[in-house]
């Protein structure tokens, strides 16, 4: 598969066209930002681990019935991707208070919740990622109902599916952030997801080993990420 032109770059990867018009490759980047790009920093090797644990994961999703855009990792840092149209709405499921939800709410952080929270956020950096509801998002047309509804759908499956899948490495999933796509009129599954779009607690310990550990310079981070790697490809 010959890598062409780059046609996106974002924070933390690169999308570069091949010759089959429908596929692309994606390249991860060592590049790390928080609060919205305002700290901005790079985790030694990320690139490399979060392409193998984005790979492992997406495996799993897609042997438990969940479409992604992922065809296979190529090498320590591309993974060959469907091309998609990228839905500008970014979702998240929260299982515990962490991060924006406590300081928004005032709720300690680890409050365990009586049901997951889904959010939504537009998907502007410029903006800084504003929280919106369903009815933004159908009034801006970012996606219509059955698009919606296909997404809930798949977020609530995909928490259910990761939660169990975390909890027998001995992690408990905290809260995550993921995308979607339009694929040949479908909705799939895009992006990544790793120790920097997911919140990931130790059980037991509660050691967070995510990309928190940046944010809060609380050190320790390429050994944290390498840990999660380790235990998502046993």
Not at 50 to 56: D, E, G, H, T, V
Not at 95 to 103: I, K, P, Q
Not at 184 to 211: H, N, V, Y
Not at 224 to 232: G, K
Request: proline letters at 3%.
């Amino acid at each position: 598969m010959d890598k062409r032109n780059k046609i996106y770059e974002g924070k933390a990867k690169i999308l570069y066209t091949t010759d089959n018009p429908d596929l692309l490759i994606q390249y991860f980047k060592d590049d790390a930002t928080a609060f919205n790009a305002k700290k901005k920093g790079e985790i030694q090797q990320k690139g490399i681990m979060n392409n193998k644990i984005s790979s492992k994961i997406f495996e799993f999703l897609q042997s438990q019935g969940i479409p992604t855009h992922y065809e296979k990792r190529l090498n320590d840092r591309e993974m060959l991707i469907k091309k998609v149209e990228i839905v500008p709405v970014e979702v998240i499921i929260r299982n515990r208070a962490a991060g924006s939800l406590c300081r928004l709410m005032g709720v300690p952080e680890g409050t365990e919740l009586a049901e997951p929270i889904l959010e939504y956020s537009f998907k502007k950096d410029e903006l800084g990622d504003p929280l919106i509801g369903e009815y933004h998002i159908y009034a801006l047309r970012l996606a219509n109902h059955e698009e919606v509804e296909q997404i809930k759908d798949y977020a609530f499956r995909i928490n259910a599916l990761m939660s169990q899948f975390f909890a027998k490495l001995g992690l408990e999933l905290i809260d995550f952030k993921i995308e979607f796509g339009r694929c040949k009129g479908k909705i799939i599954l895009a992006d990544e997801i790793s120790p920097d779009t997911c919140r990931l607690w130790e059980i037991g310990t509660g050691t967070k080993m995510d990309k928190d550990r940046f944010r809060h310079d609380m050190g320790n981070i390429e050994e944290a990420y390498q840990e999660v790697l380790m235990r998502v490809s046993k």
